[in-house]
């Protein structure tokens, strides 16, 4: 955890509330190796957290009030009751991942009680890194600190935020983004089976680094985009006659391919060849096949690009300059929802500066920003964080 994170929350809370906070928590966001818009499908994802976070600094109150102080939106602040109808706010939205996540809880029944917040992170924010899942998941770790919800596993807290992001902030995301900020391991992927929700660690290989590119491209559209994909995903599942299109083998697809149209058609190609580039990545990494899995990598891009087509052209052109760079030491591909955003790529840690470079002088986005280059490493979910700072 970076100690200048730390120290925002703290001096934040002492600033406002006038005290050094009693608590403080932590969820990072994530980054996805492979097995993209498959979690909706009931699929497999192979994502590790990332040592970015959202931190949390509180005080319990002796009253039923929830006061949340936003540090990264100019100390924004926002209040309600714990017994108050819970709604949403239009004009803070960061407020409403807070809101639905207490609200959630509160529908389970478990009983919360009056705090005084801070919140900052490092997570960027609309790069596809999961900032959202991590702030919702961050929230829920701090209450089950808080009032003692030993019965709130990590895989519970995961549902409840996927829950909170669904239900109350109105976005239709699958698990894999809150279940791997509840559940990540250090040093590990995890080859999730977002079915079951059973998880299967994977040791990132000593000596390989993590490194996200943030194309700097304006994600737009992806919530209408990722709605109509998850439609044309539940529409083909329906056509094989299946619950979910994990359950859909190619042979089938092909015996039954008359009657869907070709566009549906080649959405349920790449989740089903998807699922099965996944579990043979979490095979590549786990025996150090760093070769095989860079070759999954790019069959995974050329799928999201031909196939699901979420990729833009800028995206297309950083990720063939990554892979070339690269060569048949590791991999690279766009990750996260699509349309913008960021590309992961897998490499000698020997190699970042020299690949970074490379990227800081071919790469612009269409606006003209260079990239942002983030080598990291593969972190533990969320929990508490021990160190309090007197300021
Ligand atoms: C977003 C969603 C996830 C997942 C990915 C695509 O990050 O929040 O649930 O569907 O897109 O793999």
Request: proline letters at 4%; a negative charge.
């Amino acid at each position: 955890m970076k100690s200048a994170l730390i120290d925002r929350v703290c001096s934040a809370f002492d600033g406002f509330y006038g005290r050094l906070p009693t608590v403080l928590v932590q969820a990072p966001g994530r980054v996805n190796l492979i097995g993209e818009h498959t979690d909706y499908n009931d699929g497999f994802v192979l994502p590790c957290a990332i040592n970015f976070h959202t931190l949390v600094g509180a005080c319990p109150r002796s009253d039923r009030r929830v006061r949340v102080l936003a540090v990264d939106y100019g100390n924004a602040l926002d209040e309600f009751g714990l017994d108050d109808p819970i709604v949403q706010r239009a004009d803070s939205p960061w407020a409403n991942y807070v809101r639905g996540m207490v609200k959630k809880l509160r529908e389970q029944g478990f009983g919360l009680s009056g705090v005084d917040i801070a919140i900052a992170g490092n997570v960027p924010i609309g790069a596809g890194l999961s900032s959202s899942a991590s702030l919702e998941v961050a929230v829920g770790q701090l209450f089950k600190t808080l009032c003692g919800l030993d019965t709130l596993s990590p895989t519970e807290l995961a549902l409840t935020a996927q829950r909170a992001e669904n239900q109350f902030v109105g976005c239709q995301c699958g698990i894999m983004d809150q279940l791997i900020a509840a559940r990540g391991e250090e040093g590990q992927a995890l080859l999730i089976d977002c079915r079951s929700l059973e998880a299967r660690s994977v040791p990132m290989p000593q000596g390989v680094a993590v490194m996200i590119v943030h194309s700097r491209i304006q994600r737009g559209l992806v919530e209408s985009e990722y709605n109509q994909r998850r439609h044309q995903c539940e529409t083909a599942a329906r056509h094989f006659g299946v619950n979910a299109l994990r359950d859909v083998t190619l042979d089938r697809m092909q015996v039954h391919a008359k009657g869907l149209d070709p566009v549906t058609m080649r959405r349920a190609l790449h989740v089903v060849t998807e699922n099965q580039r996944t579990l043979d990545a979490a095979e590549a990494l786990a025996t150090h096949d760093l070769l095989r899995m860079g070759q999954l990598m790019a069959q995974s891009h050329v799928s999201m690009r031909d196939d699901f087509e979420i990729t833009v052209p800028a995206i297309d052109a950083l990720v063939e300059l990554l892979q070339s760079a690269i060569g048949s030491q590791g991999g690279a591909r766009m990750t996260g929802g699509g349309f913008g955003g960021c590309v992961v790529a897998l490499l000698p840690a020997t190699e970042v500066s020299r690949v970074r470079a490379l990227v800081q002088t071919h790469y612009r986005s269409p606006e003209g920003h260079l990239a942002h280059v983030y080598a990291c490493h593969p972190s533990a979910g969320a929990g508490r964080v021990d160190e309090i700072r007197a300021i």
